[in-house]
């Protein structure tokens, strides 16, 4: 934790390291708790690398595991440290931090201020604190309810209660968290349980609240009506309403005699950075794989517990691609986009890809006996903080399992994030009042 209280040339560290070095100490620290012997069940021992995935997987919110089944590996302490991880995942560790620094009445200042509007992915620091409290309580609200449902539809199923109560309690922190872990026993996600309804809409429910971002879900309770809300929230319901349809009706068409329209519809949701299975994956046609690789590289909303570009970006680009070839600016309503949200969407998308398609090559060097598919799907899933697998993670080698926990790593904190590390101006609203003539080069 010392990395916190790094002093850059005379400055107080950037907000983005202490972002990056704040994930890294919780992924050091969950991976020693996963190693404990009471954290495995008795003749159960992981080794570290083991350990160190499961850890990053719980802290990127991502659902990927070299263990097949949670709940026959891990004892009742060993999977309370992954909610834990969870948790502080969804939320991060400095919004849960920033928080109790709020209720025991200490004032933020502008470095905790600046740290947290980068965190947030905020526009401004200004009631970043009221922001904080009511993310904690509105997450931990949602996940309770989702808790309370999930152990009354589990309980004739277990005729247990207490089981009951610690799977639903379980699985309520993973889905709105956008984790994508089960402990049901079966090892095969939701696949055994494809048919309980209720169970499958609760699950759906939480992931989408989780999904949407706490902005949205904030702006809706203070103005209590879809037509007041603001822009972001518009273009954020908008968004991942199309692609919960178009996702829908694209995967049904890929498998049409293989699934139901609710599986196509569960998958559709679950694919945006969730990833609960609800078929056998390595059952996927081609053009289902596509599809589920275009859902979970577009991912969740900002501000939210998911991952992947964002529906925003997503939004952003295809508004300056129908702009560009109309040969007009780029606008919402009757303002403007700005040419800095059009370069950063742009921007964050190029990175994405690159980065997807260089460790999806070399995983293909170090473990060239398995299908291209695979990988891909597999790169493109742990990026996205998705977790949805083809049955390979456990069969990877020690290479790419490290690049795995690289890629989730970067997926969670964000490719922007990581780049801004480098920006010695980061407290300056201006990089400069120099303006250089500009150049042409030929495009295309």
């Known amino acids: 934790m010392k990395l916190l209280k790094l002093k850059l040339k005379g400055r107080k560290s950037s907000p983005y390291l202490r972002i990056v070095a704040s994930f890294l100490a919780i992924i050091l620290l969950g991976t020693l708790l996963l190693l404990l ?17 499961m850890t990053v997987s719980a802290v990127c919110v991502t659902g990927l595991s070299t263990i097949a089944n949670l709940e026959s590996t891990f004892t009742v302490f060993g999977k309370a440290v992954i909610c834990i991880l969870i948790e502080i995942g969804g939320l991060s560790i400095l919004t849960i ?4 620094f709020i209720i025991f009445g200490r004032k933020l200042n502008m470095s905790k201020r600046m740290m947290m509007k980068e965190a947030l992915n905020q526009n401004q620091t200004e009631g970043i604190s009221k922001l904080i409290k009511r993310i904690i309580v509105i997450s931990l609200t949602i996940q309770a309810i989702g ?11 277990y005729n247990n209660f207490f089981q009951a109560l610690g799977v639903g309690i379980f699985h309520a922190i993973s889905s709105f968290n956008n984790a994508g872990f089960d402990i049901f026993g079966t090892g095969d996600s939701m696949i055994g349980l494809h048919d309980n309804i209720l169970l499958n809409i609760n699950t759906d429910l939480l992931i989408i609240l989780g999904g949407i971002g706490f902005i949205v879900i904030t702006d809706f309770l203070d103005k209590k009506s879809l037509k007041r809300l603001n822009v972001h929230s518009k273009i954020v319901l908008i968004s991942s309403a ?22 196509a519809f569960n998958t559709s949701i679950s694919s945006r950075t969730a990833g609960f299975a609800s078929f056998d994956l390595e059952a ?8 589920i690789i275009m859902l979970m590289f577009i991912g969740a909303s900002p501000c939210s517990t998911g991952g992947g570009v964002k529906t925003t970006t997503f939004f952003a680009i295809i508004l300056a691609i129908i702009a560009f070839a109309k040969g007009k600016n780029p606008r919402i309503g009757y303002k403007s986009l700005s040419n800095k949200t059009i370069i950063k969407a742009f921007s964050l998308v190029s990175i994405s890809v690159m980065y997807i398609m260089l460790i999806a090559l070399v995983i293909s060097f170090t473990d060239s006996n398995l299908p291209l598919n695979a990988i891909l799907f597999e790169v493109v899933s742990a990026f996205g903080t998705v977790g949805l697998s083809m049955g390979i993670t456990s069969s990877l080698s020690v290479v790419a399992k490290l690049l795995i926990c690289l890629t989730m790593f970067l ?9 801004s590390l480098w920006n010695k101006k980061w407290n300056l609203e201006t990089q ?3 303006r250089y003539l500009e150049e042409k080069i030929i495009i295309g």
């Open 411 to 419: 997926g969670r904190v964000g490719p922007l994030t990581i780049m």
């Open 432 to 434: 400069g009042e120099v």
């Open 242 to 263: 199309i692609l919960i349809v178009f996702g829908t009706l694209f995967i049904k068409l890929a498998m049409w005699n293989q699934i139901s329209w609710f599986q």
């Open 284 to 291: 996927l046609s081609n053009s289902g794989l596509i599809v």
């Open 147 to 157: 808790a309370i449902l999930n152990t009354l539809i589990l309980w004739p199923h």
């Open 97 to 100: 931090a920033i928080f109790f």
């Open 37 to 53: 012997p009471f954290a495995t069940k008795s003749n159960i021992s992981l080794d570290f690398l083991d350990a160190l995935f």
